[in-house]
């Protein structure tokens, strides 16, 4: 298994041009997160899925827009970079899992992340 | 969502114990305790978890104070390969894990 890839593992934009970040997995996992990590500081979530063809916002989510049309990948677009938008992007996946009392969020599986630099 | 506070860095000596605290006055009771560590340039990889009692794997172990409201990550024997960012999390469902800026472990060989 692959776990978690993302493409591309780097990117310089311009202001104001557009992008899209792939996170692939081949786990089978129902849930899947983007996040960005900023200089010293720890991950914040963007947006997330919990299964194909669903979405829902993170902590973060201005500026992002994602799709899920296949359940194996998890897309991350910049419609209109900003320099504020430069940053580490980390893709994630976990299974589903259900105990009594209701979902517990399992293991979070990272992958390698995208650097991205807007000028 | 209940947040966790850590120490912002830590030293061990390479080869001697290392006791990383998390404290989590607010947790409920359905939140389990996660921990994941950051190497240099790389993605958050998982090391352990648990609810209430006290979890040993491979990589560490997990203390849980009785009233769950503190843990302590263990590394038995600190290497140079340890040295890391390490997050405490709380998690109870799928979108509420927030990392902070966690404990900046330095091994010192």
């Known amino acids: 298994n692959a776990g978690v890839t993302q493409t591309p593992k780097f990117r310089v934009l311009k202001t104001g041009q557009s992008m899209t970040l792939l996170c692939a997995q081949d786990?089978?996992?129902?849930?899947m997160y983007w996040y960005r990590q900023d200089p010293g500081m720890g991950l914040r979530l963007i947006h997330y899925?919990?299964?194909?063809?669903?979405?829902a916002k993170g902590e973060v989510p201005d500026g992002y827009n994602v799709s899920r049309l296949k359940k194996q990948n998890f897309l991350l677009g910049l419609e209109s970079a900003a320099p504020s938008q430069t940053s580490v992007y980390f893709c994630?996946?976990?299974?589903?899992?259900?105990?009594?009392?209701?979902?517990?969020?399992?293991?979070?599986?990272f992958g390698p992340g995208t650097r991205l630099t807007v000028l | 969502d209940a947040k966790t506070t850590q120490p912002n860095s830590m030293e061990s000596n390479e080869e001697e114990p290392v006791h990383l605290p998390c404290n989590h006055s607010?947790?409920?009771?359905?939140?389990?305790i996660h921990w994941y560590r950051q190497l240099p340039s790389q993605g958050p990889e998982y090391v352990i978890h648990?609810?209430?009692s006290n979890v040993n794997n491979r990589m560490a172990s997990l203390a849980i104070a009785e009233d769950r409201k503190s843990s302590t990550l263990i590394l038995h024997r600190a290497t140079l390969r340890d040295a890391a960012v390490y997050y405490c999390?709380?998690?109870?469902?799928?979108?509420?894990?927030?990392f902070g800026t966690g404990t900046r472990l330095t091994v010192i060989p």
């Open positions: 999390i709380l998690t109870a469902g799928a979108n509420n894990l927030f």
């Open positions: 786990m089978n996992h129902e849930y």
């Open positions: 607010t947790i409920s009771g359905t939140d389990y």
């Open positions: 994630a996946s976990t299974p589903l899992r259900w105990v009594r009392g209701g979902i517990f969020t399992d293991t979070q599986y």
């Open positions: 648990g609810l209430t």
């Open positions: 899925s919990v299964g194909e063809g669903t979405t």
